[in-house]
């Protein structure tokens, strides 16, 4: 994950407007996010801040000062923790969540810092769930689950990403990633995934194979 780091306060913060800062993004919803985003990278520390960039593409006027952060720093550590812990996932400790907040906050008031617009970072995003299904479904011969079971994706070894959620088009249950994993349904069953690399269109056929050997039966809209 992102590396540990003591001062999280932002070199400078830019203030805007107040009109500006109003725009009903509440503490509570974006905690909902920054939960979200550590189920939806997988562990991966780009594919969390592009996570951020692209709801911006979708918010562009939505702002968050230090002190709604902090709030959202409150509200998040306890569950975020617990999340990583039970799940299996590496750990999450205070310092880490600190600094993803500095990120999530960056990417949620300024947007991209490297000139892509929308449509590269769908084809990043992808790219970067692609690989990472790869890595849980075929380097590790599955997600570790306490419990699995195949008929529910929280506890599914064998869960895509980018099937369940993008191809197949299940909620993530908040609309921001609705559309992210919609725009990437798009961009695979379009002429997208051609201009991927060619490693990742391997793995990606690799990711295919697997998910119907474990789930026959199931349709997969592709």
């Known amino acids: 994950m992102v590396d540990v780091i003591k001062d999280v ?4 913060e830019i203030k805007k407007p107040l009109e500006a800062q109003l725009t009903g993004l509440t503490p509570d919803y974006a905690a909902r996010i920054l939960f979200q985003s550590y189920k939806h990278s ?21 702002y968050m000062d230090n002190e709604q952060r902090k709030k959202v720093e409150e509200l998040s550590e306890d569950r975020i923790i617990k999340y990583r812990s039970s799940s299996l996932h590496s750990e999450a400790d205070a310092n880490d969540i600190k600094s993803v907040l ?18 590269s970072l769908v084809k990043e995003v992808t790219r970067c769930i692609v690989e990472r299904d790869y890595a849980s479904l075929k ?11 195949q008929n529910n994706p929280a506890t599914d070894p064998w869960l895509s990403f980018l099937v369940y959620y993008g191809l197949n088009g ?3 249950h908040l609309p921001e990633l609705d559309r992210m994993y919609s725009d990437v349904e798009k961009f ?9 690399d060619k490693k990742t269109q391997a793995q990606f056929a690799v990711v295919m194979e697997i998910y119907k050997q474990k789930h026959p039966g199931t349709n997969i809209n592709l």
């Open 9 to 12: 306060e932002p070199q400078s």
């Open 42 to 62: 997988q562990g991966l520390s780009g594919l969390q801040r592009d996570i951020f960039r692209y709801i911006h593409t979708i918010h562009p006027t939505w």
């Open 102 to 119: 500095v990120d999530m906050q960056s990417a949620l008031n300024y947007g991209e810092d490297e000139g892509r617009g929308r449509g």
């Open 139 to 149: 380097l590790r011969n599955g997600r570790p689950r306490q419990l699995p079971n």
């Open 170 to 172: 299940n909620t993530t």
């Open 188 to 196: 695979v069953t379009g002429e997208g995934l051609e201009s991927l």
